[in-house]
């Protein structure tokens, strides 16, 4: 079993030109895990283009090791970007750092799918107590495969497995009891601007 713990807060921001992707790296620079590494990364993924709005997410999972990984959202006028990076141990025993990036074009989102947590959704519509932000571009798939069931109790056959294909591109969420509620209404501006720029684009298609 993996338990995750966020350490830093997240964050997200919509900026103007320039001012956005200096606001992005300040932000990089304050969750403080290898930010020269990520802002590396980062800058070669953008591209020159400015970030309109982004998502910083720093987290600290643990299970046999603690690990440190960031993941960075970043939205352009064409393009959405990702930039991971986890610790590891290298060969010498140093650690190092794995930094991936992926960027993909915003005509190619097919799914943006948000689950928000409501606490006494009665009162009034409730206290927004989490964000869940799955992205979808076709290029990873998820199955979930169980037994198939028989209705005979005392069958013994193997009836095989049946499953479920689900496309599981990445997934982030923010909750307010880890990251506060802030970064709950952050998660949630930043999920509102890729949903508007995924919007335009079939519009215009």
């Not at 599981?168 to 508007?196: C, K, M, P, T």
Request: charged content about 20%.
């Amino acid at each position: 079993m993996i338990v995750s713990m966020t350490t830093q807060q997240t964050h997200s921001g919509r900026e103007t030109s320039g001012d956005s992707t200096h606001a992005l790296a300040q932000e990089v620079a304050r969750a403080g895990f290898y930010p020269e590494v990520v802002l590396g990364v980062l800058t070669t993924a953008l591209a020159g283009e400015e970030a309109g709005a982004f998502l910083v997410q720093p987290e600290t999972t643990f299970a046999e090791a603690v690990h440190r990984h960031l993941t960075v959202l970043a939205l352009t006028r064409t393009r959405f970007i990702i930039v991971h990076v986890d610790d590891a141990v290298g060969e010498d025993g140093e650690p190092v750092a794995i930094a991936t990036s992926e960027a993909v074009p915003v005509s190619r989102i097919s799914s943006v799918a948000l689950t928000h947590g409501v606490s006494r959704p009665a009162a009034h519509g409730g206290n927004l107590t989490e964000v869940t932000i799955a992205i979808s571009w076709g290029a990873v798939r998820r199955m979930e495969l169980e037994p198939v069931a028989c209705p005979d109790p005392a069958c013994e056959a193997d009836h095989g497995l049946s499953g479920v294909s689900m496309p599981d591109d990445i997934v982030v969420r923010v909750a307010a009891g880890v990251e506060g509620d802030d970064a709950v209404h952050r998660a949630q501006v930043f999920a509102q601007a890729l949903s508007a720029a995924t919007a335009r684009v079939a519009q215009a298609a």
